[in-house]
C-alpha cells in the first residue's frame, strides 16, 4: 500500500518537472521548443488522411458537401419596388382605384417563405459545419464504419485527448490562473515605479501564454506593425471568452466588464492591483453617460493600456460578424479593429452559452484537438467628418469581416436571446405604405 | 475485448437505421415531388427551426428573425398549420404542431417546375399555388373571400405602420373588392348583394398574371460532381 502511494508521489513529481521544464519555462520566456508544431503537424497529416479515406467511402453515395456556408436557396437581388412594379405591370387591366392588389401578396408571401427556408440570423447561433469530420464524436453526425484503421485512429484519438491531453491541460490553466493571481498580487504590492508597468504586463502576458498552452492554442499573428497602442482603443470581433486569452498572448489590454463574484471576481481584483482595468458594478452598467465617461477618462490617459471590446456584445459562431453597439464608438479615441478567425478543423471554439455551461465549455476546448487561430492586426481607424457613430461602427464592422472572411450581418447578435424590435418592421411597412397609398394619394383621399 | 464483438451489431443496428432514414425520404419525396437531397437540406432546418425536436409550433416560426418584417407573416405562418394545404382536399381547420411532412407539403407549393413539364402540368402546378394564396386569404375556411377578409388583408399590409389609417385602409379594400366585383359579376342589380371572391372568380382576376416566376423558390441544387476536394478517389 505505502509502495503504491510512494510510486503515485514519484510519478506525480516527475509530471511536474516534465510540465515545468517543457511548458512552463518557454511560456514564461516567450520561446517555443517546437513540440507543439511537431503535435500539430502529425495532427493536420492524420486528419488530411482521415478526409480521404471518408471521400473515398462515400465517394458512391454523393454525400459531400459544398462548403460549410452552403446555401440551400437562391434569392432575387431586386429591391421590394422593382419587383412590385414588375408584377403590377404584368396585370392585364390598369391598375385603378386601390393600387395594391392581390399580386402583391405573391412578393411578401414568396419572401415569407425564403426566410423560412433560411434565414441569415438563426444559423449563426449554432456551431459551423465542417465539411469533413475530423475525427471528434461531437461533430460526427453520421457516423458510419469505414474501415478498421480510421476507426483505431479515431479510438487513438479519444484516449490521446482525454487521457493525456487534458489532464495535461487541465494542469496547466490551474497553473495559469493561480500564477496570474499571485503574480499581480505581488506586483500590485510594489509602489509606483517604471519597474511596475513592465513587470506586470510580463506577467500578464506570461500567465496568458501558460493559459494559451493549457488549451493547445496555435495562434498566428499578421499585420504586428498595427498592434494597439496605448490610449486607443481594440475592437475585435467575439466567439468565445478565449478570445481574451488570444489577443492578450501578444499584447497587454485593459479589459472591460462586468464585476462577477467567486473566482472571476478574485481574478479581477488582482488583475487590477497591477494594473489598471476597467470594471463596472452591475447597476453602473445601466448608465451609458457613466460607461462613457469611465472609457473617456482611462483613454484619455496616455500612460495606460489599450481598451479591449467587444462590440458584438454576445458570442457568434464565427461565419459572420454582426452588428457593432455604438457606445465604444462615440467615445472618439483611436480605434484598432482586430480579426479573429478560428479553424474549425482542429475544434469548435464557438461559446454556445445556451447549450453549454463555461464549465462544460472549457472541458470541450480541451478535449479538442487544438485550437488554431489567425488574428489580423488592422490598421488604426479615425472616425471622420460627418460621420456618426454608426455609420463609424459599421465601416470598423465591414473592415474586419473583410479581413476576416466572415459574411457582414446587419443584425443584432442580441437576437440570439430576444425579438426584432418593433422599429424595424414599422420601417418596411412605411416605405410599402407609401408606395400604395403616396402614389395615388389623390384617388384615395377620403 | 468486448466492444470489438459489438461492433458488429452496432454496425447492423446503424445500417438499419440510415435504411430507415432512406426510404422515409424517398418516401416524402415522392408525395412531396422534391429530391431526397433537397429534403436532407430541409430536414435539417426544420430540426434547426424546432430546436431538435420532432414538431415545430406557431412560436418556432414566429422568433425568425427575418420574417419579423414581413407585413403577412401571421397568413404565412398560419398557412403552415392550415390543414387545406397538406393537399388533402376536404380537410379544414388548422393543426396544433407540423411533422417534417406537413413541413415539406406546404413548401412543395413553392417548388419549382420541372424542367419538363408539359402545359396540364404548369397549369395544376398554377392552380395550386393561387390556390395556396386563395387560402392564405380565406381565413374561415367557407371558400369565399368576404369583404371584411379582403379589408383584414389589407390592414395587416397598410395600416400597422400608422402611416395610414384606419379609414383610409378600408376604402383601398373596399375600392379593390369594387373592382373584382365589376370583373366577375358585371351585370350585378345595384341592391344584390356580392358575397364574395370564389376560387374561381380569384382564378379568374389573376388570369392574365405571370405569376409562375414569382411563387417558386429556386433551391440550389449541390452539384456533387464539381466538388471533391483533395486528390480523386482512385
Same mark, same amino acid.
Given at each position: 500500500?505505502?509502495?503504491?502511494?510512494?510510486?503515485?508521489?514519484?510519478?506525480?513529481?516527475?509530471?511536474?518537472?516534465?510540465?515545468?521544464?517543457?511548458?512552463?519555462?518557454?511560456?514564461?520566456?516567450?520561446?517555443? +521548443?517546437?513540440?507543439?508544431?511537431?503535435?500539430?503537424?502529425?495532427?493536420?497529416?492524420?486528419?488530411?488522411?482521415?478526409? +480521404?479515406?471518408?471521400?473515398?467511402?462515400?465517394?458512391?453515395?454523393?454525400?459531400?458537401?459544398?462548403?460549410?456556408?452552403?446555401?440551400?436557396?437562391?434569392?432575387?437581388?431586386?429591391?421590394?419596388?422593382?419587383?412590385?412594379?414588375?408584377?403590377?405591370?404584368?396585370?392585364?387591366?390598369?391598375?385603378?382605384?386601390?393600387?395594391?392588389?392581390?399580386?402583391? %401578396?405573391?412578393?411578401?408571401?414568396?419572401?415569407?417563405?425564403? &426566410?423560412?427556408?433560411?434565414?441569415?440570423?438563426?444559423?449563426?447561433?449554432?456551431?459551423?459545419?465542417?465539411?469533413?469530420?475530423?475525427?471528434?464524436?461531437?461533430?460526427?453526425?453520421?457516423?458510419?464504419?469505414?474501415?478498421?484503421?480510421?476507426?483505431?485512429?479515431?479510438?487513438?484519438?479519444?484516449?490521446?485527448?482525454? %487521457?493525456?491531453?487534458?489532464?495535461? #491541460?487541465?494542469?496547466?490553466?490551474?497553473?495559469?490562473?493561480?500564477?496570474?493571481?499571485?503574480?499581480?498580487?505581488?506586483?500590485?504590492?510594489?509602489?509606483?515605479?517604471?519597474?511596475?508597468?513592465?513587470?506586470?504586463?510580463?506577467?500578464?502576458? $506570461?500567465?496568458?501564454?501558460?493559459?494559451?498552452?493549457?488549451? &493547445?492554442?496555435?495562434?498566428?499573428?499578421?499585420?504586428?506593425?498595427?498592434?494597439?497602442?496605448?490610449?486607443?482603443?481594440?475592437?475585435?470581433?467575439?466567439?468565445?471568452?478565449?478570445?481574451?486569452?488570444?489577443?492578450?498572448?501578444?499584447? %497587454?489590454?485593459?479589459?472591460?466588464?462586468?464585476?462577477?463574484?467567486?473566482? $472571476?471576481?478574485?481574478?479581477?481584483?488582482?488583475?487590477?492591483? &497591477?494594473?489598471?482595468?476597467?470594471?463596472?458594478? #452591475?447597476?453602473?452598467?445601466?448608465? #451609458?453617460?457613466?460607461?462613457?465617461?469611465?472609457?473617456?477618462?482611462?483613454?484619455?490617459?496616455?500612460?495606460?493600456?489599450?481598451?479591449?471590446?467587444?462590440?458584438?456584445?454576445?458570442?457568434?459562431?464565427?461565419?459572420?460578424?454582426?452588428?457593432?453597439?455604438?457606445?465604444?464608438?462615440?467615445?472618439?479615441?483611436?480605434?484598432?479593429?482586430?480579426?479573429?478567425?478560428?479553424?474549425?478543423?482542429?475544434?469548435?471554439?464557438?461559446?454556445?452559452?445556451?447549450?453549454?455551461?463555461?464549465?462544460?465549455?472549457?472541458?470541450?476546448?480541451?478535449? &479538442?484537438?487544438?485550437?488554431?487561430?489567425?488574428?489580423?492586426?488592422?490598421?488604426?481607424?479615425?472616425?471622420?467628418?460627418?460621420?456618426?457613430?454608426?455609420?463609424?461602427?459599421?465601416?470598423?464592422?465591414?473592415?474586419?469581416?473583410?479581413?476576416?472572411?466572415?459574411?457582414?450581418?446587419?443584425?443584432?447578435?442580441?437576437?440570439?436571446?430576444?425579438?426584432?424590435?418593433?422599429?424595424?418592421?414599422?420601417?418596411?411597412?412605411?416605405?410599402?405604405?407609401?408606395?400604395?397609398?403616396?402614389?395615388?394619394?389623390?384617388?384615395?383621399?377620403? | 475485448?468486448?466492444?470489438?464483438?459489438?461492433?458488429?451489431?452496432?454496425?447492423?443496428?446503424?445500417?438499419?437505421?440510415?435504411?430507415?432514414?432512406?426510404?422515409?425520404?424517398?418516401?416524402?419525396?415522392?408525395?412531396?415531388?422534391?429530391?431526397?437531397?433537397?429534403?436532407?437540406?430541409?430536414?435539417?432546418?426544420?430540426?434547426?427551426?424546432?430546436?431538435?425536436?420532432?414538431?415545430?409550433?406557431?412560436?418556432?416560426? *414566429?422568433?425568425?428573425?427575418?420574417?419579423?418584417?414581413?407585413?403577412?407573416?401571421?397568413?404565412?405562418? @398560419?398557412?403552415?398549420? @392550415?390543414?387545406?394545404?397538406?393537399?388533402?382536399? *376536404?380537410?379544414?381547420?388548422?393543426?396544433?404542431?407540423?411533422?417534417?411532412?406537413?413541413?415539406?407539403?406546404?413548401?412543395?407549393?413553392?417548388?419549382?417546375?420541372?424542367?419538363?413539364?408539359?402545359?396540364?402540368?404548369?397549369?395544376?402546378?398554377?392552380?395550386?399555388?393561387?390556390?395556396?394564396?386563395?387560402?392564405?386569404? *380565406?381565413? @374561415?375556411?367557407?371558400?369565399?373571400?368576404?369583404?371584411?377578409?379582403?379589408?383584414?388583408?389589407?390592414?395587416?399590409?397598410?395600416?400597422?405602420?400608422?402611416?395610414?389609417?384606419?379609414?383610409?385602409?378600408?376604402?383601398?379594400?373596399?375600392?379593390?373588392?369594387?373592382?373584382?366585383?365589376?370583373?366577375?359579376?358585371?351585370?350585378?342589380?345595384? *341592391?344584390?348583394?356580392?358575397?364574395?371572391?370564389?376560387?374561381?372568380?380569384?382564378?379568374?382576376?389573376?388570369?392574365?398574371?405571370?405569376?409562375?416566376?414569382?411563387?417558386?423558390?429556386?433551391?440550389?441544387?449541390?452539384?456533387?460532381?464539381?466538388?471533391?476536394?483533395?486528390?480523386?478517389?482512385?
Amino acid at each position: 500500500m505505502e509502495d503504491f502511494w510512494a510510486v503515485v508521489v514519484w510519478a506525480g513529481r516527475i509530471w511536474l518537472c516534465l510540465i515545468i521544464s517543457l511548458i512552463m519555462i518557454p511560456a514564461m520566456f516567450g520561446f517555443s +521548443l517546437g513540440i507543439s508544431e511537431t503535435y500539430m503537424d502529425i495532427l493536420v497529416k492524420i486528419l488530411e488522411w482521415a478526409t +480521404l479515406k471518408l471521400q473515398k467511402a462515400t465517394a458512391e453515395e454523393h454525400a459531400l458537401k459544398a462548403s460549410a456556408s452552403s446555401a440551400l436557396i437562391q434569392r432575387e437581388d431586386g429591391s421590394m419596388e422593382k419587383e412590385l412594379e414588375e408584377l403590377r405591370r404584368s396585370r392585364p387591366k390598369p391598375p385603378v382605384g386601390g393600387d395594391f392588389t392581390l399580386s402583391d %401578396c405573391f412578393y411578401f408571401t414568396r419572401r415569407g417563405i425564403e &426566410s423560412i427556408v433560411e434565414d441569415e440570423v438563426t444559423q449563426r447561433f449554432t456551431s459551423e459545419e465542417l465539411v469533413s469530420w475530423n475525427l471528434l464524436t461531437r461533430t460526427n453526425n453520421d457516423f458510419q464504419y469505414i474501415s478498421l484503421r480510421l476507426t483505431l485512429v479515431y479510438g487513438l484519438g479519444i484516449f490521446v485527448r482525454y %487521457c493525456i491531453l487534458a489532464p495535461l #491541460r487541465i494542469t496547466l490553466a490551474c497553473i495559469g490562473l493561480t500564477w496570474l493571481v499571485i503574480g499581480t498580487s505581488a506586483v500590485g504590492l510594489l509602489p509606483n515605479w517604471r519597474v511596475k508597468f513592465w513587470l506586470s504586463e510580463w506577467v500578464h502576458v $506570461m500567465c496568458y501564454r501558460i493559459c494559451a498552452r493549457g488549451l &493547445s492554442a496555435a495562434i498566428r499573428y499578421h499585420n504586428r506593425e498595427n498592434i494597439p497602442q496605448k490610449g486607443g482603443i481594440c475592437v475585435a470581433n467575439h466567439t468565445t471568452p478565449i478570445d481574451i486569452v488570444i489577443l492578450c498572448n501578444d499584447a %497587454c489590454y485593459a479589459m472591460v466588464g462586468q464585476v462577477h463574484g467567486g473566482l $472571476m471576481g478574485v481574478i479581477q481584483r488582482a488583475m487590477v492591483r &497591477s494594473c489598471p482595468h476597467v470594471w463596472f458594478e #452591475r447597476a453602473e452598467m445601466k448608465d #451609458r453617460h457613466l460607461v462613457a465617461k469611465r472609457l473617456k477618462d482611462h483613454v484619455n490617459d496616455k500612460t495606460k493600456l489599450p481598451i479591449l471590446i467587444f462590440p458584438e456584445g454576445t458570442c457568434i459562431n464565427n461565419t459572420s460578424v454582426m452588428m457593432f453597439k455604438k457606445g465604444s464608438f462615440e467615445i472618439g479615441a483611436t480605434i484598432y479593429p482586430v480579426a479573429i478567425k478560428y479553424d474549425p478543423k482542429f475544434g469548435d471554439a464557438f461559446w454556445n452559452s445556451s447549450k453549454y455551461s463555461m464549465v462544460s465549455y472549457l472541458l470541450r476546448m480541451m478535449t &479538442s484537438w487544438a485550437l488554431v487561430c489567425n488574428v489580423w492586426y488592422l490598421p488604426a481607424m479615425h472616425q471622420q467628418e460627418g460621420e456618426d457613430a454608426v455609420q463609424f461602427a459599421n465601416r470598423v464592422k465591414s473592415a474586419i469581416a473583410h479581413q476576416g472572411g466572415l459574411v457582414d450581418l446587419q443584425w443584432d447578435g442580441g437576437l440570439k436571446r430576444a425579438k426584432v424590435k418593433e422599429s424595424f418592421k414599422e420601417q418596411q411597412q412605411k416605405q410599402y405604405s407609401h408606395m400604395v397609398v403616396g402614389d395615388d394619394g389623390s384617388s384615395n383621399s377620403d | 475485448m468486448g466492444s470489438w464483438q459489438a461492433r458488429p451489431e452496432q454496425q447492423q443496428q446503424q445500417q438499419q437505421q440510415q435504411e430507415q432514414e432512406r426510404w422515409h425520404y424517398e418516401e416524402l419525396a415522392h408525395k412531396s415531388g422534391f429530391s431526397t437531397e433537397q429534403i436532407k437540406n430541409l430536414h435539417k432546418r426544420f430540426r434547426q427551426l424546432s430546436g431538435n425536436k420532432e414538431t415545430i409550433s406557431r412560436a418556432n416560426l *414566429d422568433s425568425i428573425p427575418a420574417l419579423a418584417n414581413n407585413p403577412l407573416k401571421k397568413q404565412i405562418i @398560419d398557412a403552415f398549420f @392550415d390543414k387545406r394545404n397538406q393537399w388533402q382536399d *376536404d380537410e379544414v381547420g388548422s393543426l396544433e404542431e407540423i411533422g417534417l411532412e406537413h413541413f415539406l407539403m406546404v413548401m412543395s407549393h413553392f417548388r419549382p417546375p420541372a424542367h419538363k413539364s408539359g402545359e396540364e402540368e404548369r397549369q395544376a402546378a398554377r392552380r395550386q399555388k393561387l390556390r395556396f394564396l386563395f387560402n392564405m386569404h *380565406d381565413t @374561415d375556411g367557407d371558400g369565399i373571400i368576404t369583404l371584411a377578409e379582403y379589408r383584414k388583408v389589407v390592414e395587416e399590409l397598410l395600416s400597422k405602420s400608422g402611416a395610414i389609417g384606419h379609414q383610409t385602409a378600408k376604402a383601398i379594400a373596399d375600392a379593390a373588392m369594387l373592382e373584382v366585383a365589376s370583373i366577375n359579376a358585371p351585370h350585378m342589380a345595384p *341592391d344584390d348583394f356580392y358575397e364574395g371572391i370564389t376560387f374561381e372568380h380569384f382564378q379568374q382576376i389573376l388570369k392574365g398574371l405571370e405569376m409562375e416566376s414569382r411563387m417558386h423558390i429556386r433551391f440550389l441544387d449541390v452539384d456533387t460532381t464539381t466538388m471533391r476536394c483533395g486528390k480523386a478517389p482512385s
